[in-house]
């Protein structure tokens, strides 16, 4: 069975620039999750998709992040403009439905910006 | 907030020892998880307790949870050099969200 995909795996951008990140998670998850992890520090939970819906993005900077499911499959993060401390690990996760279980992770995206 | 707190927050022991880590959390829960994170990979579920459970064993990994005390250990038998990682526990919080500690981190020294 396929993991969680994302991509890119690295990214490098300037301030005020935007950047997008993409994830495919394990075949018939309908629960997805992007989370954002600071250097030492563990992950926080931006957003969580119900199949294409949103169940949760208090967490999420709406004046700059923004994030899809579109056809409750693959997913994408938007930063739009982007800021020094966005420099972090975005990690995408799934699960099936049911509640409270096991996340499955992507590798990450790692984001520095200068 | 942080749910799970983990300690210590750094641990360096020789190859073949066992090594302990603890996690405590705040509110009641359902379950506990426990996840790996190597350098360069994503985070990788270890093992998952329930709140019914005391004990709880995969391969070289010891799981305990206390829910009286609200806290949970980690025992790592045997390390090896791949266990270098930093370890994270997670619990559920209350609109389904999973919430993390800040993670121990685990040094193999050879």
């Known amino acids: 069975e396929a993991g969680v995909a994302q991509s890119p795996r690295y990214k490098i951008i300037e301030k005020r620039q935007s950047v997008a990140f993409w994830c495919n998670p394990i075949s018939g998850h309908a629960t997805l999750y992007w989370y954002q992890q600071i250097l030492g520090q563990g992950p926080k939970l931006l957003i969580q998709?119900?199949?294409?819906?949103?169940?949760?993005d208090s967490q999420l900077p709406k004046d700059r992040f923004s994030a899809e499911r579109l056809k409750g499959v693959d997913s994408t993060l938007k930063i739009q403009p982007a800021k020094l401390e966005d420099s972090a690990v975005y990690l995408c996760?799934?699960?099936?439905?049911?509640?409270?279980?096991?996340?499955?992770f992507g590798p990450g995206t790692r984001l520095l910006v200068l | 907030s942080q749910q799970g707190e983990e300690d210590p927050q750094a641990l360096s022991i020789q190859e073949g020892e066992n090594a302990t880590m603890n996690c405590s959390y705040k509110t009641s829960i359902n379950n506990l998880q426990w996840y790996r994170q190597n350098s360069g990979r994503g985070l990788v579920h270890l093992i998952l307790i329930r709140s019914n459970e005391r004990e709880k064993h995969s391969g070289r990994l010891r799981v305990t949870l206390d829910t009286s005390k609200k806290s949970s250990s980690l025992l790592i038998t045997a390390s090896r050099a791949a266990d270098t990682a930093s370890y994270f526990c997670?619990?559920?919080?209350?609109?389904?969200?999973?919430?993390w500690g800040a993670g121990t981190k685990l040094i193999i020294k050879p």
């Open positions: 998709f119900q199949n294409n819906g949103v169940v949760d």
């Open positions: 996760a799934s699960s099936s439905p049911g509640g409270k279980e096991t996340q499955y």
């Open positions: 997670a619990t559920w919080g209350s609109n389904y969200q999973l919430i």
